[in-house]
């Protein structure tokens, strides 16, 4: 979707009459049926002027075209700027530009990655030449029109209010190649600016580029489909095993059959290789030529996975055009998707959430893909708003005409394979009593209970230490201090249990999509929404005094006052019932996290005295 598309006279002419804002906004209002930002609007009435100026000092001609607030499809992402038209050879060129307002920044230690100011305070962001390259990337690998025809494509960064320093931290070693791919304009780079335009757009005739442009389907490039595909080769991470190979099939055959709209509802507990088959169902119909996109709601498990796939010191940048979040495929037109796999589905939402402006991420998927893939465990529910279980998803696609098929995946191949242990974790946070009391081989899978925070802390120290990929985990029992309060990365104690004089940070928001796999993250506390999904060799979990048991009654209940996520407990003050349930799954998910072990330190002492109970117990049968 485009705001504005003109020719670069009209544009110029629109400019210097003071228009240009106006006529994008109207654009805005229209197109997305809301007002723009006071922000938003501001940038387009600055940065505009400066294009305008820049275009007309360089002397391209009239007829190239101007495109302004390129919607990439399926995202939130648009693209400031493009404008295209012809070489001097008379070859078909147009440049993305991305247009920031800044006037300071300084190097982040890491890759791609910048400090500025924004919303309000000092953040990290992405390189403003990354962002640019980014989109080029996109729409080379995804826009049928353009990787199909004989279109060259060129990106810069532009920031008009940015003065160059000596050194200049946006110019450090570590961007040079971001700057070779997407050259970096500052203020004082009018002229090397106006050339870069003239080189590329300078023989005009660029307006039927801008139909292409708008125009092109939007599907993975064979390229991509061979990089992207070429990563699973060689990568144990996603070998599928027995029952996940069978499932695999049984997706391929039903995802790839035709001829009649599907939904296939794919069900399994923590560690029954979901996500496995996830990954493996992408690249295999990737590599059938398939239009097909992955879904995952938590951010953290998508980024973690394009991480994983992508493997150690490689660009994950192509591989974000085919992973999405949730809240992108509001406005897609239907059946845009051959193939939509969503995983973690679980945590789908529904209308009000934050970020959200659909009103069902169900009907979303269904409506967007001809085909769609649920992987789906109902007892991960861990929010009010959390709408994914297999009983929705059948409803919607049977309103919608879609054929269900529904798959069980039953063997564990997490926790050493102790399916025992995970019937008893199921049984004793009274999620479920369908948990079997055969116990599990302790030399396999190791559990313990710890009696203080600080020996929890020392025993998954001493596991990264050996070599073990391990971190400390916990319910949502303390506060956790905002950006604003001088909280960004981790560097206030939130997480305290006064009684053990013990005290460590949250996992840092700067980092949290990647805080599993971040070396920082082994001195912080991670949360229910940066481990969900994700496994480690061994997790430490702090259940705090949002979880209680009531000896009397023989019950785990929730305290709503001690449960500190506001939105995991918007509206439930008088459903302790509702609450306690999504509680617990917090806990389950959490105490399911390790391959190897699990250790649990727990604040409330009769809940502690309960589950040692019944930890004993197990042994003594």
Same mark, same amino acid.
């Given at each position: 979707?485009?705001?504005?598309?003109?020719?670069?006279?009209?544009?110029?002419?629109?400019?210097?009459?003071?228009?240009?804002?106006? &006529?994008?906004?109207?654009?805005?209002?229209?197109?997305?049926?809301?007002?723009?930002?006071?922000? &938003?609007?501001?940038?387009?009435?600055?940065?505009? =002027?400066?294009?305008?100026?820049?275009?007309?000092?360089?002397?391209?001609?009239?007829?190239?075209?101007?495109?302004?607030?390129?919607?990439?499809?399926?995202?939130?992402?648009?693209?400031?700027?493009?404008?295209?038209?012809?070489?001097?050879?008379?070859?078909?060129?147009?440049?993305?530009?991305?247009?920031?307002?800044?006037?300071?920044?300084?190097?982040?230690?890491?890759?791609?990655?910048?400090?500025?100011?924004?919303?309000?305070?000092?953040?990290?962001?992405?390189?403003?030449?990354?962002?640019?390259?980014?989109?080029?990337?996109?729409?080379?690998?995804?826009?049928?029109?353009?990787?199909?025809?004989?279109?060259?494509?060129?990106?810069?960064?532009?920031?008009?209010?940015?003065?160059?320093?000596?050194?200049?931290?946006?110019?450090?070693?570590?961007?040079?190649?971001?700057?070779?791919?997407?050259?970096?304009?500052?203020?004082?780079?009018?002229?090397?600016? =106006?050339?870069?335009?003239?080189?590329?757009?300078?023989?005009?005739?660029?307006?039927?580029?801008?139909?292409?442009?708008?125009?092109?389907?939007?599907?993975?490039?064979?390229?991509?489909?061979?990089?992207?595909?070429?990563?699973?080769?060689?990568? @144990?991470?996603?070998?599928?095993?027995?029952? =996940?190979?069978?499932?695999?099939?049984?997706?391929?055959?039903?995802?790839?059959?035709?001829?009649?709209?599907?939904?296939?509802?794919?069900?399994?507990?923590?560690? @029954?290789?979901?996500?496995? +088959?996830?990954?493996?169902?992408?690249?295999?119909?990737?590599?059938?030529?398939?239009?097909?996109?992955?879904?995952?709601?938590?951010?953290?498990?998508?980024?973690?996975?394009?991480?994983?796939?992508?493997?150690?010191?490689?660009?994950?940048?192509?591989?974000?055009?085919?992973? %999405?979040?949730?809240?992108?495929?509001?406005?897609?037109?239907?059946?845009?998707?051959?193939?939509?796999?969503?995983? &973690?589905?679980?945590?789908?939402?529904?209308?009000?959430?934050?970020?959200?402006?659909?009103?069902?991420?169900?009907?979303?998927?269904?409506?967007?893909?001809?085909?769609?893939?649920?992987?789906?465990?109902?007892?991960?529910?861990?929010?009010? &708003?959390?709408?994914?279980?297999?009983?929705?998803?059948?409803?919607?696609?049977?309103?919608?005409?879609?054929?269900?098929?529904?798959?069980?995946?039953? @063997?564990?191949?997490?926790?050493?394979?102790?399916?025992?242990?995970?019937?008893?974790?199921?049984?004793?946070? =009274?999620?479920?009593?369908?948990?079997?009391?055969?116990?599990?081989?302790?030399?396999?899978?190791?559990?313990?209970?710890?009696?203080?925070? %600080?020996?929890?802390?020392?025993?998954?120290?001493?596991? +990264?230490?050996?070599?073990?990929?391990?971190?400390?985990?916990?319910?949502?029992?303390?506060?956790?201090?905002?950006?604003?309060?001088?909280?960004?990365?981790?560097?206030?104690?939130?997480?305290?249990?006064?009684?053990?004089?013990?005290?460590?940070?949250?996992?840092?928001?700067?980092?949290?999509?990647?805080?599993?796999?971040?070396?920082?993250?082994?001195?912080?506390?991670?949360?229910?929404? @940066?481990?969900?999904?994700?496994?480690?060799?061994?997790?430490?979990?702090?259940?705090?005094?949002?979880?209680?048991?009531?000896?009397?009654?023989?019950?785990?209940?929730?305290?709503?006052?001690?449960? %500190?996520?506001?939105?995991?407990?918007?509206?439930?003050?008088?459903?302790?019932?509702?609450?306690?349930?999504?509680?617990?799954? +917090?806990?389950?998910?959490?105490?399911?996290?390790?391959?190897?072990?699990?250790?649990?330190?727990?604040?409330?002492?009769?809940?502690?005295?309960?589950?040692?109970?019944?930890?004993?117990?197990?042994?003594?049968?």
């Amino acid at each position: 979707m485009i705001l504005y598309r003109d020719s670069a006279e009209g544009f110029m002419r629109a400019t210097d009459d003071n228009q240009i804002a106006s &006529e994008i906004e109207s654009a805005y209002v229209k197109r997305l049926h809301r007002k723009p930002h006071y922000a &938003e609007r501001t940038a387009w009435i600055n940065s505009m =002027q400066f294009m305008e100026r820049i275009i007309r000092k360089a002397g391209v001609p009239g007829d190239c075209g101007v495109l302004i607030e390129y919607k990439i499809p399926s995202t939130s992402k648009r693209i400031d700027f493009i404008i295209s038209g012809r070489d001097a050879a008379g070859l078909e060129n147009f440049i993305i530009v991305e247009l920031k307002q800044w006037s300071d920044a300084e190097a982040s230690e890491k890759p791609d990655l910048v400090r500025t100011f924004l919303g309000g305070g000092p953040r990290e962001t992405t390189h403003p030449s990354y962002q640019a390259s980014s989109y080029r990337q996109f729409l080379m690998d995804m826009n049928e029109a353009i990787y199909s025809g004989d279109i060259r494509s060129h990106s810069c960064a532009y920031l008009h209010n940015y003065h160059r320093r000596s050194p200049e931290p946006l110019e450090e070693s570590q961007y040079r190649p971001l700057l070779h791919q997407a050259p970096l304009f500052l203020a004082d780079d009018g002229e090397k600016l =106006q050339e870069f335009l003239r080189k590329y757009v300078g023989g005009g005739r660029g307006m039927e580029l801008l139909y292409h442009i708008e125009r092109g389907r939007i599907r993975p490039s064979r390229k991509l489909i061979d990089h992207i595909t070429g990563l699973f080769e060689g990568n @144990t991470e996603f070998t599928l095993l027995d029952e =996940q190979k069978v499932a695999y099939e049984t997706v391929m055959h039903h995802a790839t059959d035709g001829g009649q709209r599907r939904t296939i509802i794919v069900k399994g507990g923590p560690g @029954t290789g979901k996500s496995v +088959i996830s990954m493996n169902a992408l690249g295999g119909l990737l590599d059938r030529d398939k239009n097909v996109i992955f879904v995952a709601p938590n951010a953290a498990f998508r980024d973690v996975m394009v991480a994983t796939l992508a493997g150690p010191g490689r660009s994950k940048n192509r591989l974000r055009s085919v992973f %999405h979040s949730s809240a992108s495929l509001h406005d897609a037109r239907r059946d845009r998707f051959d193939v939509v796999i969503v995983d &973690e589905a679980h945590r789908l939402k529904d209308k009000g959430a934050f970020m959200y402006r659909g009103d069902n991420q169900i009907e979303d998927v269904i409506r967007a893909s001809f085909v769609n893939v649920f992987f789906i465990d109902d007892s991960q529910r861990v929010r009010p &708003e959390d709408i994914g279980s297999v009983d929705e998803v059948r409803r919607i696609a049977e309103e919608n005409g879609a054929e269900v098929v529904e798959l069980d995946l039953v @063997t564990q191949f997490r926790c050493s394979g102790a399916e025992g242990y995970l019937n008893w974790l199921d049984d004793v946070l =009274q999620v479920r009593e369908t948990a079997n009391f055969d116990g599990w081989d302790p030399d396999a899978y190791e559990f313990k209970m710890v009696d203080s925070p %600080h020996e929890l802390r020392e025993m998954i120290s001493r596991r +990264i230490a050996e070599g073990n990929r391990a971190r400390l985990l916990a319910g949502y029992a303390w506060p956790w201090t905002s950006e604003k309060e001088g909280n960004p990365s981790g560097e206030i104690d939130d997480v305290v249990i006064e009684e053990y004089d013990f005290s460590m940070p949250w996992n840092a928001r700067s980092s949290r999509s990647t805080w599993a796999i971040d070396d920082r993250g082994v001195d912080q506390v991670g949360c229910i929404h @940066t481990s969900q999904g994700l496994e480690f060799d061994y997790v430490g979990v702090i259940i705090g005094n949002d979880l209680r048991f009531d000896p009397a009654r023989v019950e785990l209940y929730a305290d709503y006052y001690a449960y %500190h996520d506001r939105l995991g407990k918007r509206g439930m003050k008088a459903d302790n019932e509702g609450l306690t349930g999504l509680v617990k799954n +917090i806990y389950r998910v959490l105490m399911s996290r390790g391959i190897k072990g699990c250790y649990v330190f727990v604040r409330d002492p009769q809940l502690r005295d309960y589950l040692e109970e019944r930890l004993e117990d197990v042994f003594r049968l």
